[in-house]
């Protein structure tokens, strides 16, 4: 059958089911499938070619009486070959906000909602936010403050019950301890590091850097 964004159809490779969430009142489920290959950006985006392998896709599913039906496709509004974007997914409680981690996304900027055009930093990673009111939008695109190729932040996301707070893991090199550790200087290979990101109004804020004592 042909492709269709109503009802998608299990294609070679996509990595469907790498990561899966639902929400805590068991309405929506999200799927990630890391190695989805198509070229569509944003939500809702069409799903018809194999032109950026391995970019990355995101299903929701939504409970509708005793059936799950597909819901919405999301796609990274910067997707690019190569991303992996749906590697970790998480949801929130009442299922309207999600929260996808690209742990191999290259783009150059720092901190919340930067420039995701450039690919500046090979696999600095990335994690996106979407919302739904009547549909599915992103709404903020998260960074590293120190973000530095190959640090693959993003490689483990979570998203607070009501939304409000994000945490995403990256294999970082941030030679820092504890809660207050320096972020600035790479000598520890891949140590890891946790940033905390936290909404105030209608902007998000890195508001911890947390590194193991």
């Known amino acids: 059958p042909p492709r269709s964004t109503l009802f998608p159809y299990t294609t070679l490779f996509r990595s469907f089911g790498t990561s899966v969430a639902i ?7 999200v799927v990630g499938a890391p190695d989805e290959d198509s070229s569509g950006r944003g939500p809702g985006a069409p799903d018809t070619d194999d032109l950026a392998p391995e970019s990355g896709g995101v299903y929701t599913f939504a409970l509708q009486g005793a059936e799950w039906r597909f819901d919405s496709f999301l796609k990274a509004a910067n997707a690019d070959g190569g991303d ?3 590697y970790r997914v998480d949801v929130s409680g009442d299922g309207t906000r999600v929260l996808v981690g690209a742990f ?3 783009g150059g900027s720092r901190g919340v909602d930067g ?3 450039t ?3 090979a696999a600095s990673g990335a994690a996106y936010l979407f919302e739904r009111a009547e549909a599915w939008r992103q709404t903020a695109y998260f960074k590293a403050s120190n973000a530095e190729s190959g640090d693959r932040f993003g490689n483990r996301v979570a998203l607070s019950a009501d939304g409000s707070t994000v945490a995403v893991g990256a294999l970082e090199d941030g030679g820092g301890m504890g809660a207050t550790g320096d972020g600035g200087s790479n000598t520890l290979q891949e140590s890891g590091a946790v940033y905390i990101f936290r909404q105030s109004g209608e902007q998000w804020m890195e508001a911890a850097y947390l590194k193991a004592s």
């Open 115 to 117: 420039d995701g055009s």
């Open 84 to 86: 992996h974007f749906g």
């Open 23 to 29: 929400s805590a009142d068991g309405q929506t489920l």
């Open 119 to 121: 690919n500046g930093r």
């Open 104 to 106: 191999d996304e290259a």
